[in-house]
């Protein structure tokens, strides 16, 4: 009896061993078929605009690219895998401190919640005033192609800037912020991160809400494509989390990292087609530019809201963001999980 139930154990152990062996080769089989698919798609793939040239280097690029992150997928899933699986069996706790953090930011004042709202609000009316009313920049917009009003325009640049700019800088200092947190053995640090940039998503959802008000207001009605801005910001969401967990892992150690993003924000503000529309560009440049990732989510919210153009139009644009997006996570996830040990150490 005890020998049967002996062998009933082991067996059910190996059972238990063998089930996620069996989801890992699942997994992995899914996912290299679909970088096999996506690769064919790219080698067939065809735009009659482009130069010859310049199609043969996307194409190259881009095979490059989805080879290296399958490779790097299947090589280090079982470190990839830890972050998604602790963030969703927390996925409750994480809800809840981020409303805490998101209320936590305007305790005490009178306005309460309203100043986060107020300061993009006045950037964009300062912005509209100084460029639309004073450097007249409305005609040069027409002259490139832009016909709609320029503060749709701006508004629909900047409002994922804004929440970029935002969750970045909270991502960044999610550690250090919540370092009572971080010394406590029991409590899953990797929950950190995502809250802060929750919580700044809250702003960002009451923003895009003033930027579809803005957009019927001058006759741009939400119409099927608008459905999109609801992707793009899936998008823009995932690019900040990947950055957080990149940012808050360094600047625990090197602190200066702050200011050095501060800086880099105030680069990419200009760098990036917000108050300028990427048409103004030179043809030889244009590829350089848009290897900035928010490029195509800049362009996204404003295809969402007054174009009539599906993101799937635009291939080689969407194949980069999501291949960089799973190097960004592969760095970011593999980097957070060698640093966190040392966290309690340092602060």
């Not at 009451?206 to 019927?216: P, R």
Request: proline fraction near 4%.
């Amino acid at each position: 009896m005890g020998r049967d139930q002996g062998l009933e154990q082991v067996m059910t152990g190996r059972r238990s061993d063998d089930k996620p062996h069996t989801v890992k080769r699942v997994v992995i089989t899914v996912v290299v078929l679909l970088c096999i698919t996506l690769a064919v798609l790219v080698f067939f793939h065809n735009n009659p605009l482009d130069d010859p040239g310049t199609a043969r280097l996307k194409k190259i690029s881009g095979i490059s690219l989805i080879t290296v992150s399958c490779v790097l997928f299947c090589i280090f899933f079982d470190q990839l895998k830890v972050i998604p699986v602790e963030l969703l069996q927390s996925r409750k706790l994480i809800w809840k401190l981020a409303k805490n953090d998101f209320k936590k930011r305007y305790a005490g004042s009178y306005l309460g919640a309203v100043w986060a709202l107020a300061q993009p609000v006045v950037t964009v009316l300062m912005y509209w005033i100084v460029f639309d009313k004073v450097f007249n920049t409305r005609s040069q917009m027409v002259a490139s192609g832009v016909e709609v009003p320029y503060v749709l325009f701006l508004t629909a640049g900047l409002v994922p800037w804004f929440f970029f700019q935002e969750a970045m800088n909270h991502g960044m200092m999610a550690m250090i912020e919540y370092n009572y947190l971080v010394k406590k053995v029991v409590f899953n640090i990797s929950v950190l991160p995502i809250i802060k940039v929750i919580g700044a998503w809250f702003t960002h959802a009451f923003f895009t809400m003033i930027l579809l008000t803005v957009a019927s207001f001058y006759g741009y009605y939400p119409t099927v494509y608008t459905i999109q801005i609801i992707y793009y910001s899936l998008c823009l969401f995932l690019l900040v989390l990947a950055l957080s967990y990149i940012n808050c892992a360094i600047v625990v150690f090197f602190r200066d990292l702050q200011q050095i993003v501060a800086i880099m924000l105030q680069i990419g503000m200009w760098a990036t087609p917000i108050l300028w529309d990427i048409h103004m560009v030179p043809d030889p440049l244009k590829p350089i530019f848009k290897l900035n990732p928010m490029v195509y989510i800049v362009n996204g919210f404003r295809f969402s809201v007054y174009g009539d153009e599906w993101f799937w139009q635009h291939f080689y644009s969407s194949a980069y963001f999501w291949i960089l997006l799973f190097l960004l996570y592969t760095v970011g996830g593999m980097m957070f999980k060698k640093l966190k040990v040392h966290f309690a150490d340092v602060l």
